[in-house]
């Protein structure tokens, strides 16, 4: 074994020599000595005591096999604001900051006084705090099947000055019979059982990546549901992977939905795809 590098710089080209990304690595060591960046890059030459050296390279050794930055630091920005994270729950997407931005254009056309807004299977809250925090007025609920999440969501809740309604349970079995939603909103797992994109997914919770079979089997549960819990003028809004929006358009369609429209991510992906629901 190679000496442990004893300065800040000679740590971070240790970082690279192993294949780390340089961004990654200055995060990396930035978590463990609690500085910013820009301290790391003015202070190459800063002693680093044995201890730390010894757990930013176990750090790097993690992420250079694959584990998430975000679970190594145990946070993520998401839509603004900053999410814990654990791998209990999905690391948080920008792509999913497409639904987001839909779902804030939409509420500030909507009528309501206080629109009431639903995220089905919320995993850190990401969906439902971005949502709680930029439309002020809305009343959000959100669901996990995973105690487990949603103890992460709650807590990125109160650390965020935001208190949306958790609900445990199985996509609207966790929903109470008589509630109506004007928008509702999901991320669900939609990677196909098969998919040689998985193993490279493989730190985060399966349960919320894949449902197996063909991917399809939470967006159908969601959309089948969903006229039951919307009241009349509102909204379905859903992400899914980049080859499944004719699949998700048609299965709105054939529930009823109208106005189907699908929005792109900022990779120009067609990532959701949403209707209304005109009710009555
Ligand atoms: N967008 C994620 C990915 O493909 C998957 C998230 C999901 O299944 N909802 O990496």
């Known amino acids: 074994m190679t000496s442990l590098p004893r300065t800040v710089g000679a740590a971070l080209a240790a970082a690279r020599a192993q294949g780390l990304d340089r961004l990654d690595a200055q995060l990396l060591l930035g978590h463990r000595l ?5 301290w790391l890059i003015a202070h190459d030459d800063a002693a680093l005591d044995a201890a730390a050296a010894r757990a930013f390279d176990d750090d790097c050794r993690r992420r250079a096999a694959g584990e998430p930055l975000a679970y190594l630091v145990g946070e993520r920005e998401f839509h603004g604001l900053r999410l814990r994270v654990t791998p209990d729950v999905l690391v948080p997407r920008p792509d999913t900051e497409t639904l987001v931005d839909w779902a804030l254009a939409l509420l500030r ?3 309501a006084a206080a629109p009431q807004v639903l995220d089905l299977g919320t995993g ?3 969906i439902a705090l ?3 925090h930029h439309h002020r007025a809305s009343q959000v609920a959100a669901t996990d099947l995973s ?8 807590a990125n809740a109160q650390r965020l000055g935001l208190a949306p309604a958790w609900l445990q ?18 991320n669900p797992p939609y990677i196909a059982a098969g998919d040689p994109h998985l193993p490279a997914l493989r730190h985060e919770p399966l349960l919320a990546l894949s449902p197996g079979g063909d991917g399809l089997g939470a967006l159908r549960e969601i959309v089948a549901g969903a006229p039951a819990h919307l009241a009349p003028g509102g909204w379905l809004l859903l992400e899914h992977g980049w ?11 054939s529930a009823g939905f ?10 120009d992906r067609p990532r959701c795809t949403g209707g209304h629901w005109r009710g009555g």
């Not at 199985?170 to 939603?181: L, T």
């Open 34 to 38: 609690q500085r910013d960046r820009a």
């Open 109 to 111: 056309d909507s009528a």
């Open 124 to 126: 850190s809250g990401a």
């Open 130 to 132: 971005a949502v709680a």
């Open 147 to 154: 105690p487990a999440a949603l103890a992460v969501a709650q």
């Open 169 to 186: 349970g199985a996509w609207w079995r966790a929903v109470p019979a008589d509630a109506r939603f004007d928008l509702v909103l999901s």
């Open 243 to 253: 080859d499944q929006a004719d699949a998700v358009a048609a299965l709105l369609r």
């Open 258 to 267: 109208e106005a189907i429209e699908t929005r792109r991510d900022l990779a």
